[in-house]
């Protein structure tokens, strides 16, 4: 689906689909350094796309124990947020309308969550 729609509709990818837009797009998926189920963490961004006008930090609520490999993330992608250890939290692609975050912006403790994915709604 991804490969199918990627330039065509907007996509936003959760967790698991920011994993699969960046194995779609031959990027690697590995074991985090740390197990994140449950967990918030300070994310700094670029404050582009889905993070504009979000605090910088941002506290988000973490459920993962995979990530990108960032070496092997395409040149078609920016990447857009990471943690403390430098995992990605969020990568763009540079020119079509599609993001993907590690973290899960829809849960209640993930810091200004409703206002990121107003930002992918409303451009």
């Given amino acids: 689906m991804i490969r199918h729609y990627a330039g065509r509709l907007p996509i936003l990818g959760v ?8 194995q779609v797009f031959g990027a690697t998926i590995v ?3 740390r197990v994140m189920h449950g967990k918030t963490s300070p994310v700094t961004h670029t404050g582009t796309g889905v993070f504009s006008g979000l605090n ?12 990108i490999d960032p070496p092997t993330l395409p040149d078609c992608f920016e ?3 990471w943690s ?4 990605i939290m969020g ?9 993907g975050v590690q973290f899960h912006p829809e849960s209640i403790l993930s810091e200004q969550g409703h206002q990121l994915l107003a930002n992918f709604l409303n451009r």
């Fill in 15 to 22: 967790c698991l689909g920011h994993q699969a837009i960046g």
């Fill in 56 to 67: 910088n930090p941002l506290t988000v609520t973490r459920y993962h124990s995979l990530v």
């Fill in 84 to 87: 403390e250890t430098q995992e």
């Fill in 79 to 81: 990447v857009t947020a």
């Fill in 91 to 99: 990568i763009r692609h540079r020119e079509w309308d599609l993001e």
């Fill in 31 to 33: 074991r985090a350094a």
